[in-house]
């Protein structure tokens, strides 16, 4: 049936109103952090940079970085300039690592992206298939053995799981280095790299999707529990529907949406385990970045990667939102 020309108004309307809310945030996550450290007693050069990397600077430096941000003039130049800055993306200078933040940030990224974006696509998979079938076989040995399983997992910290499994595959067997996302001077190319990048990031990989199974796991087993109540669910049983189709195309596809609702929701959470996880594993990601950073008491590097995580969250948010759409255009009209 064709879409009327009143309701298309009115999901133009809606979709400008979720639009504007992502871009209200995205504003807000600015202002936070452009006001934050000039609201701290003395000037802004201090409040950014801070006393120790003071110490470092030369006059010639700090002078560069004064009129570089416009930190001798008022709060809406330096909001400009601070502005105009980032959209030629550049987040400040880094004392420590004497380069500008983006670069380092750039060089640091790909390595959390890869261990997040693989554990997130892994852990949601398997979660889901797993809640599907424990949900439809309830009260089996397997669905008790599953929901023990995934209770003990989720009671665990990310870091602790991947403590056990360093001791136990790295230190104790061998199996897995301790350390790092490439062996050092060993000069792989080609096979021989990837196989090596693998081997570093298989035993971080495992402890996050361990970590980050259990809630997909639990929310989609219940969804199914609510869901094989249904009556569309028994009309189909009725029709003599085989099996694997009520059990995927109709009950495990309409139990999807709180979960991927939920799948928004953890990549906060995801991105918190990623960046303990890589310290433990010692693994050159955003976490041991902001290790350094938070040690070396870098501000402008310590601000330049929350920035980019809120950033990251907030994309993400926006891309289940599309996602929730496509699963449920019911919820288009409902916004």
């Given at each position: 049936m064709?879409?009327?020309?009143?309701?298309?108004?009115?999901?133009?309307?809606i979709?400008?109103?979720?639009?504007?809310n992502?871009?209200?945030?995205?504003?807000?996550?600015?202002?936070?952090?452009?006001?934050?450290?000039?609201?701290?007693?003395?000037?802004?050069?201090?409040a950014?940079y801070?006393?120790?990397?003071l110490?470092?600077?030369?006059?010639?430096?700090?002078?560069?970085?004064?009129k570089?941000?416009?930190l001798?003039?008022?709060?809406?130049?330096?909001?400009?300039t601070?502005?105009?800055?980032?959209?030629?993306?550049?987040?400040?200078?880094?004392?420590?690592?004497?380069?500008?933040?983006?670069?380092?940030?750039?060089?640091?990224?790909?390595w959390?992206?890869?261990?997040?974006?693989?554990a997130?696509?892994?852990?949601?998979?398997?979660?889901?298939?797993?809640?599907?079938?424990?949900?439809?076989r309830?009260?089996?040995?397997?669905?008790?053995?599953?929901?023990?399983?995934m209770?003990?997992?989720?009671?665990?910290?990310?870091?602790?799981i991947?403590?056990?499994?360093?001791?136990?595959?790295?230190?104790?067997?061998?199996?897995?280095?301790?350390?790092?996302?490439?062996?050092?001077?060993?000069?792989?190319?080609?096979?021989?790299?990837?196989?090596d990048?693998?081997h570093h990031?298989?035993?971080?990989l495992?402890?996050?999707?361990?970590?980050?199974l259990?809630?997909?796991?639990?929310?989609?087993?219940?969804?199914?529990?609510?869901?094989?109540?249904a009556?569309?669910?028994?009309?189909?049983?009725?029709?003599?529907?085989k099996?694997?189709?009520?059990?995927?195309?109709?009950?495990?596809?309409?139990?999807?949406?709180?979960?991927?609702?939920?799948?928004?929701m953890?990549?906060?959470?995801?991105?918190?385990?990623?960046?303990?996880?890589?310290?433990?594993?010692?693994?050159?990601?955003?976490?041991t970045l902001?290790?350094?950073a938070?040690?070396a008491?870098?501000y402008?590097?310590?601000?330049?990667?929350?920035?980019?995580?809120?950033?990251?969250?907030?994309?993400?948010?926006?891309?289940?939102?599309?996602?929730?759409?496509?699963?449920?255009?019911?919820?288009?009209?409902a916004?």
């Open positions: 064709p879409i009327s020309l009143k309701k298309y108004d009115c999901i133009i309307k979709d400008h109103i979720w639009l504007s992502y871009a209200v945030s995205f504003l807000l996550i600015l202002i936070l952090n452009f006001v934050l450290p000039r609201m701290m007693p003395g000037d802004p050069l201090h950014i801070g006393e120790e990397a110490i470092a600077m030369t006059p010639e430096m700090e002078a560069e970085i004064i570089r941000f416009a001798d003039q008022p709060w809406h130049a330096q909001l400009l601070y502005i105009v800055a980032l959209l030629r993306g550049d987040l400040g200078y880094s004392y420590y690592y004497r380069t500008g933040v983006s670069d380092v940030i750039i060089s640091f990224l790909p959390t992206l890869l261990l997040t974006g693989l997130f696509i892994i852990s949601s998979c398997i979660g889901v298939v797993l809640g599907i079938e424990s949900g439809y309830r009260g089996s040995k397997l669905d008790g053995c599953m929901l023990s399983g209770m003990f997992l989720g009671g665990m910290p990310d870091f602790f991947g403590i056990v499994l360093l001791l136990l595959f790295g230190v104790t067997l061998g199996w897995a280095p301790l350390g790092g996302a490439m062996s050092p001077y060993a000069g792989h190319d080609g096979i021989d790299l990837v196989l990048l693998a990031l298989v035993l971080p495992i402890s996050l999707v361990l970590v980050q259990a809630p997909t796991y639990l929310l989609t087993r219940n969804a199914m529990l609510t869901t094989l109540r009556r569309f669910i028994m009309t189909a049983k009725a029709t003599g529907l099996e694997g189709a009520i059990r995927y195309r109709h009950a495990g596809r309409n139990s999807l949406l709180p979960v991927v609702t939920a799948m928004g953890r990549v906060p959470n995801m991105i918190t385990g990623a960046l303990f996880l890589e310290i433990v594993f010692s693994y050159p990601g955003v976490g902001l290790n350094t938070l040690s008491r870098d402008p590097l310590i601000q330049g990667v929350l920035l980019i995580v809120t950033v990251t969250v907030l994309v993400t948010n926006f891309l289940v939102d599309m996602t929730y759409v496509r699963l449920d255009p019911r919820v288009r009209y916004r």
